[in-house]
């Protein structure tokens, strides 16, 4: 979280999809105002385990597992691959940007930490006379 924060004041932004609890407080000017946090809840509770990042001008595409807690992290081998196919880079961001982009089981977190359902667009049904 602290390495988080620190590229969140370096000016990085940081979307994260979480499916749990999320201990870090998205939004706080000065010191995570580029980090947004999404909660995507549904039937199948699928996650990308992709991250995309762009150093020096150049994208970075990487799988890994998708839950990177600390259990995970410290008492079993996880491994983080690059995925240097351009096409399967492309397929990744899409998934990436469709669960960034749910407009019907996503709740995005503010800097409170409390969630705020996503609601869906929908047009008007009032007829105009």
Known sequence: ??????????GVTI???VRDTCR???GLPGVSGTIKVVSVIGRF????GS????TTGSPSTTSAPRTRC????????EVLIPVED????AELRYILDTQLSDQRGAWDMNPDGSYVQRTAWAPSTASSS
């Open 1 to 10: 979280m602290r390495a988080l924060y620190r590229a969140s004041q370096r």
């Open 15 to 17: 979307d994260l999809i």
């Open 24 to 26: 870090l407080r998205p």
């Open 45 to 48: 509770l699928e996650h990308a």
């Open 51 to 54: 991250t995309t990042s762009t």
């Open 70 to 77: 600390q259990r995970n992290l410290e008492k079993r081998v």
């Open 86 to 89: 351009a096409r399967l880079q």
